[in-house]
């Protein structure tokens, strides 16, 4: 079966910066798109960042433009968020997810901010800012 890890979160200041990485591993991979979410604790889930994984486009969390930066290595099957400017509201669990199949209708990056949309979900890294 697929399954998809996710590293590199930790603990950093306010103002630092981490990169989290989501690796998949398995016979088979297929990926239309990939995200990423958050939750902290006694909150939902929410949206981050999304990466469609034929073009490269990418679609944000207003909370997060211009801090966070979503990117993909096909051969590698592995998405990343680069976490700049961190702070302490970032603080939560981070999941990385896969959308497997493709939509009925062309659907740009933001189809897939709805975390409703995706197939499989990694077990998640924590990421703590400090301030």
């Known amino acids: 079966q697929v399954q998809l890890v996710e590293s590199g979160g930790g603990l950093v200041q306010a103002g630092g910066s981490l990169r989290l990485s989501c690796a998949a591993s398995g016979r088979t991979f297929s990926s239309y798109a990939m995200g990423w979410f958050r939750q902290a604790p006694g909150k939902e889930r929410e949206f981050v960042a999304t990466i469609r994984w034929t073009d490269g486009s990418s679609y944000y969390a207003e909370s997060v433009k211009g801090r966070f930066t979503i990117s993909r290595d096909n051969a590698k099957n592995t998405v990343y968020l680069q976490m700049d400017s961190l702070r302490p509201e970032d603080t939560a669990v981070y999941y990385c997810?896969?959308?497997?199949?493709?939509?009925?209708?062309?659907?740009?990056?933001?189809?897939?901010?709805?975390?409703?949309?995706?197939?499989?979900w990694g077990q998640g890294t924590q990421v703590t800012v400090s301030s």
């Open positions: 997810a896969v959308r497997s199949g493709r939509p009925t209708y062309f659907s740009g990056a933001r189809y897939f901010a709805d975390r409703n949309k995706y197939d499989l």
